[in-house]
């Protein structure tokens, strides 16, 4: 079976940009996650969507990020405007239900933002 | 706040020789997960505990989960250079709420 695809793989772009991440979860997974992983540190959740709704996104800084999985399969998260301490590498994942299954994860967009 | 701890950060370690690596969180939950990431790539699942006592074996790695001590650990058994690379736990809080300790990253030298 297919996994997780993400584009773009990497990305350069100036502070006060905005820049857009894509993914396409495996067929069939209902529940879809954003991670952000800055450098030397574990992933920290940012959105939980299932299915077309958000579960959490107590962790997403919504002043400036936004994400959105409107029919329930793919999904893309926004930032608008970055900040250098953006940069980091976007991980997205997906499971069949809900997060006491196995997530399988994508392998990430790397953004660096100067 | 639940804070998930993993000790140590570095290992370094000679190949044949056996390790623990640690995993403690500081709040009620009965899921853990490991994850290995290679340098450079995602996060590839290893082993899900489900509930107190459980152990799982896959090669020279074996995790186990305590949850009255909060505790979770991996233990290598004559490790390989292959199995150099980050290993995360992650702990799930609630149905939507899952996180992760800062990883430590394995070296295994010949």
């Known amino acids: 079976e297919a996994g997780v695809a993400q584009s773009p793989r990497y990305k350069i772009i100036e502070k006060r940009q905005s820049v857009a991440f894509w993914c396409n979860p495996i067929?069939?997974?209902?529940?879809l996650y954003w991670y952000q992983q800055i450098l030397g540190q574990g992933p920290k959740l940012l959105i939980q969507f299932q299915n077309n709704g958000v579960v959490d996104d107590s962790q997403l800084p919504k002043d400036r990020f936004s994400a959105e999985r409107l029919k329930g399969v793919d999904s893309t998260l926004k930032i608008q405007p970055a900040k250098l301490e953006d940069s980091a590498v976007y991980l997205c994942a997906s499971s069949r239900g809900g997060s006491q299954e196995t997530q399988y994860f994508g392998p990430g967009t790397r953004l660096l933002v100067l | 706040e639940l804070k998930v701890e993993q000790n140590p950060l570095f290992l370094s370690m000679q190949e044949g020789k056996n390790y623990t690596i640690y995993c403690n969180y500081s709040t009620t939950s009965d899921r853990l997960y490991w994850y290995r990431q290679d340098p450079g790539k995602s996060l590839e699942s290893l082993f899900v505990?489900?509930?107190?006592?459980a152990v799982k074996q896959e090669g020279r790695l074996m995790a186990s989960l305590d949850t009255k001590a909060r505790l979770s650990t991996l233990h290598i058994t004559a490790a390989v250079h292959d199995l150099s690379a980050t290993y995360f736990c992650a702990v799930d809080m609630t149905s939507s709420d899952m996180r992760f300790g800062a990883g430590t990253r394995l070296t295994v030298k010949p």
């Open positions: 505990l489900l509930s107190n006592g």
């Open positions: 067929s069939g997974h209902a529940t």
